[in-house]
């Protein structure tokens, strides 16, 4: 497993933009990918973007992708998530998972960061 520890959250104005960061430490040398998720109080948790570890693909919500952007520095084990024209919708807990080698699911989770974007 890894241990991730997300930061970067906060309270921003409507249009407003913010980067998240993720930091893995462990077994990071068997992630396969790493992806970013987030929930809303009283919503399902819902997907926002994967990036798989070694070379970089990127796959998004398809609701995400005009206005986030995943990416990720491998020396640093760090995941990264900006997030541009925010909009009172996207006020959410955000959480960095990683899916191991060999595994089809994402196994470990950072205990999130608050974003709130404010009308």
């Known amino acids: 497993q890894v241990q991730l520890v997300e930061s970067g959250g906060g309270l921003v104005q409507t249009g407003g933009s913010l980067r998240l960061s993720c930091a893995a430490s462990g077994r990071t040398s068997s992630m396969y990918a790493m992806g970013w998720f987030r929930q809303a109080s009283g919503r399902e948790r819902e997907h926002i973007a994967t990036?798989?570890?070694?070379?970089?693909?990127?796959y998004y919500a398809d609701s995400m992708k005009d206005r986030f952007t995943i990416s990720r520095d491998n020396p640093k084990n760090t995941l990264y998530l900006q997030m541009n024209s925010l909009k009172p919708e996207d006020t959410a807990v955000y959480f960095c998972?990683?899916?191991?080698?060999?595994?089809?699911?994402?196994?470990?989770w950072g205990q999130g960061t608050q974003v709130t974007v404010s009308s």
């Open positions: 998972a990683a899916k191991m080698n060999g595994r089809s699911y994402f196994e470990s």
């Open positions: 990036v798989t570890w070694s070379d970089g693909r990127t």
